[in-house]
């Protein structure tokens, strides 16, 4: 049986991170549609849980791989911007954080300091802030 199965999947796209995205997704809406009773959420599970399985049966290798290298770069910029976020917060009882008012560049200057001339390290822009 295992031999057939490994035939049957030759040349298909098979299981990758976007379909385990969708399968969970379906999940979660089961469990909701199971304890408010409404419909469109099962619906909803059904239909991701069908789009998920031609995902993995389809033998449109390049497209499916396409869908999920842009999936993936996606989760990849919120990682990096929800670890820029929580470095800021950390540093934001010694530094204050300013954007350049002509490139829009952000600049780490150090609380204390009074009324400080900033350079911004990329368009050499100065500007007057209160640190």
């Known amino acids: 049986m295992k031999q057939k199965i490994q035939h049957?999947?030759?040349g298909r796209y098979g299981a990758d991170q976007l379909g385990q995205l969708f399968l969970g997704c379906s999940v979660v809406f089961l469990l909701i549609s199971?304890?408010?009773r409404l419909d469109i959420f099962y619906i909803l599970a059904l239909g991701l849980m069908g789009y998920e399985y031609?995902?993995?049966?389809?033998?449109q290798v390049e497209r499916r791989f396409a869908e999920n290298q842009k999936y993936l770069n996606w989760r990849y910029q919120l990682v990096v911007k929800w670890n820029r976020k929580k470095e800021h917060f950390k540093q934001r009882k010694i530094y204050h954080f300013y954007k350049c008012p002509s490139c829009k560049?952000?600049?780490r200057v150090p609380k204390g300091k009074g009324k400080?001339?900033?350079t911004c390290p990329k368009c050499k822009n100065e500007f007057i802030k209160k640190s």
């Open 8 to 10: 049957f999947m030759m």
């Open 116 to 118: 400080i001339c900033i």
């Open 54 to 59: 031609y995902r993995m049966m389809s033998k």
């Open 34 to 36: 199971l304890f408010t």
């Open 105 to 107: 560049q952000k600049v």
